[in-house]
């Protein structure tokens, strides 16, 4: 189970259609998903503090193309290349570590299974 973090003002969006892609980011456009300690993290840096949610998630990572170390694709190739999901470590950033980040190129490859409101 991965898990993604966002402010409380996204959490009804969310329960109604799902989790919607980025249009850009490390690994290029997708959702993107991480570890527990980190997407919390992530939540509460982008949420100013305030309120936020940590959402659980059942991926099926179907054609997954693995980044060496903490190689990035902001162009997103992975996914042109038929791949389904693309698996990279990111370097420290809100968090001190380096840490592993998931993107998905599909909402059709995730299932919420939890929200937990923070804060």
């Given at each position: ?29 997708g959702i ?21 949610y ?34 990279s ?31």
């Amino acid at each position: 189970r991965v898990f993604h973090g966002t402010k409380c003002e996204h959490a009804d969006s969310i329960n109604i259609y799902g989790l919607k892609a980025s249009t850009e980011g490390r690994l290029g456009p997708g959702i993107y998903l991480t570890v527990r300690d980190v997407a919390k993290q992530i939540a509460k840096y982008r949420g100013q503090g305030n309120e936020i949610y940590l959402i659980e998630v059942e991926l099926d990572v179907g054609q997954m193309k693995v980044l060496p170390g903490s190689n990035d694709d902001r162009l997103g190739y992975w996914s042109a290349q038929g791949y389904d999901t693309c698996q990279s470590i990111h370097p420290a950033w809100i968090v001190n570590h380096p840490f592993p980040e998931w993107c998905v190129r599909d909402s059709s490859r995730l299932r919420i299974i939890g929200m937990q409101q923070i804060g």
